[in-house]
Structure formats: structure tokens, C-alpha cells
């Protein structure tokens, strides 16, 4: 199984006492991208948001730096919102970025958790679905074709024009990244595409469904099986102990994601909550390098099969120091002890 980290490059919460400059706060994220890479982990993603309190508005632009001071380590998207950007823009920008790292980048497309980027860019939100239907179309048809005759509802027809520059790999990794919706995993069984699941909440195990209708659309679409390829991205933090872990974890993922909860009407993060989620069965990966492993291969099991898991640790506000140490615990005691 690959492991590696995700970031939003943000400062969730209004927590004055964990504030940072934005140049500061780039500068650590770069260092940790650059740690994560000599600490063997095999990927680390940058999101795209477009709203106070995140850096990651351009995150080609910080896996670029990140690609001149790593060496080995593949350089994502989590995710490209590709709804509210133009597909031509978008590959051209990530296949720079495979010349840059020397073949190391891929992008995770999907719709998006915020909203702020359609009104931003001049979209409308009735058109959510249609517009990333038909963006993932044009993307696939540019990913696979230099010179690409393609038409739509949304953006001008394209006549037997070629798109420049091309990747290095032959062909640049595209994953879908979804959250519950069944249709988006119908979709990426249909396309056989590589599946990048988001799960922040609830009981891992009742994704297993979903995950199944992936799978059973693309063995319907002629697809391998062994193409048809599933990630997790989940909330975690890995410290020396449990107990130090959820120290230092709780207090920051309380506060942000109880702000993020206002906006949608959830309940306040209660500490009763935290450790349910943190549960045998919970979405959380908040502990030793031991009982994570194990939480991950047991998730792993439940769901058929993991190829990668990334953790998005920003959500908790830790501090760089510690954020840099559990960089080191989970790739180099995590990810051997889930691969042995």
C-alpha cells in the first residue's frame, strides 16, 4: 500500500495562538513536503481551495517548488477542482509539473467540498454535476489524445487541436476523488479510473457499498480489475502514544472542524465525538504508529482492498515541529508495519 500525506496548506480555525505568517506557513509546508519525501512516503497532495485561511489556491505552483527539493516522492492534487477550471489549463499545468518532477505528478480531480470557486470564476452552481461531467470528458480525451476533437455545452468545441506541453509519463495519472455520492463512484468504475475516497466522518466499513458499485461498474465496462484501483484519504495524526496523539490532535480538530460544522449545519465536536470516530470502526487515524497500522489494514480489509491511504493532518492546527515528527513515525514506522 502506498502512504503519504495530504494538505490544504490551512489555518482552519480563528485560533490566534496558532497563527502564522502566509509566508511562514508556506515555507513549513514546503520543508514538510521535503521531509516527507527522505522519510520514504510515496505521495503527498496539495488541495485547491479558494477562501480565507488556505494557501493552496495554485497548487501547482507548490508541488513545482516542492518537486525541486524532493526526489522520489509522487506529487498530487487533493483535489483539482475541475469544475471551475478550463481542462486545457489544467493539464497543461500538471504535465509541466511531470517535466519538472521528472515524471512524478498526478492529479485527483472532483468536484470539491466548498463552493466558493464557482461564483469566483463565473460558474453556476445549478450546473455542478454537468460541468464536471463534461470537463472530465474534454480532460481524458486531452490526457489521451496530443491532438484532441472534442464539443460541449460549456466551453468552445476544439477542432483537431493539439495541447502542449505533453507529460512524460505516456499517460498522466487521473484519479476521481468523490466523497458519498453513488454516482461518482459509478463514474469512476465506468471511465476506469483510479478512485480516491474521502472519507473524514463516520464508520469506514459503510463506504464498502459504494466501493462495490466502483468495482461492478467497471468490471461492466470491460475494465481490469486490477486497473480499477481504490484510495483513501482520511484525517489522522501519529504520535508516540495514543494518548499524546489525541493531546495533541483534539483541541485543534474540535475547534476547526465545529467552525466548518457551522456552515453546514452540523452539531460542535464533542470530545464523546472525537473518540467515537477515533474507534476501532471510525474514520479518524489519530494515534500510535502500532494501533494506526493497525486501524488501516483493518479498513483496508473491510473495504476489499487499499492501494493508497493519504493523511490529511491540517485539520488540528499542530504545530510544524510536531506535524515534522509524525511525518517521520508514519513513514518509518506506519507504512512498514501496514506493508509487512
Known amino acids: 500500500m502506498e502512504i503519504g500525506i495530504d494538505s490544504f496548506a490551512a489555518r482552519f480555525s480563528d485560533n490566534a495562538a496558532a497563527a502564522l505568517s502566509d509566508r511562514d506557513a508556506m515555507l513549513q509546508l514546503l520543508e514538510r513536503m521535503e521531509h516527507a519525501d527522505k522519510s520514504d512516503l510515496d505521495v503527498f497532495g496539495i488541495g485547491e481551495h479558494h477562501r480565507k485561511g488556505f494557501l493552496d489556491s495554485a497548487p501547482t505552483h507548490i508541488l513545482a517548488a516542492a518537486a525541486s527539493r524532493t526526489k522520489k516522492i509522487k506529487l498530487a492534487s487533493a483535489v483539482t477542482v475541475l469544475s471551475a477550471m478550463d481542462p486545457v489549463r489544467a ?21 470539491g467540498s466548498f463552493t466558493d470557486a464557482f461564483p469566483l470564476f463565473g460558474f453556476n452552481l445549478n450546473d455542478y454535476d454537468d460541468l ?35 507529460p512524460l509519463q505516456e499517460k498522466l495519472p487521473i484519479w476521481l476523488g468523490v466523497g458519498g455520492t453513488p454516482q461518482s463512484f459509478v463514474r469512476a468504475g465506468a471511465l476506469g479510473l483510479p478512485l480516491m475516497v474521502a472519507i473524514i466522518g463516520g464508520e469506514t466499513h459503510r463506504f464498502r457499498p459504494l466501493i462495490d458499485l466502483y468495482r461492478e461498474a467497471g468490471k461492466r465496462a470491460g475494465h481490469a480489475p486490477e486497473t480499477l484501483t481504490v484510495g483513501l484519504h482520511s484525517l489522522g495524526y501519529v504520535a508516540e502514544t495514543t494518548e499524546k496523539a489525541i493531546e495533541d490532535f483534539y483541541p485543534g480538530y474540535a475547534a476547526s472542524m465545529t467552525k466548518v460544522g457551522k456552515e453546514r449545519g452540523w452539531p460542535p465536536v464533542t470530545k464523546q465525538h472525537f473518540i467515537a470516530q477515533n474507534g476501532p470502526t471510525g474514520a479518524l487515524l489519530v494515534g500510535s504508529a502500532e494501533e494506526v497500522a493497525e486501524k488501516i489494514v483493518r479498513h483496508a480489509n473491510a473495504l476489499g482492498g487499499v492501494s493508497r491511504l493519504t493523511f490529511q493532518m491540517d485539520s488540528a492546527e499542530v504545530p510544524h515541529d510536531k506535524l515534522m515528527n509524525a511525518i517521520d513515525l508514519i513513514g518509518n514506522k506506519v507504512k512498514p508495519l501496514v506493508n509487512a
Do not use: C, H
Open 91 to 111: 493539464f497543461q499545468n500538471f504535465a509541466t509539473l511531470d517535466l519538472i518532477s521528472d515524471g512524478r505528478a498526478e492529479m485527483v480531480v472532483g468536484r
Open 132 to 166: 464536471f461531467s463534461e470537463k472530465l470528458d474534454l480532460l481524458l480525451e486531452i490526457r489521451d489524445k496530443e491532438f484532441v476533437t472534442w464539443s460541449g455545452k460549456f466551453r468552445p468545441a476544439m477542432k483537431n487541436q493539439p495541447v502542449y506541453p505533453r
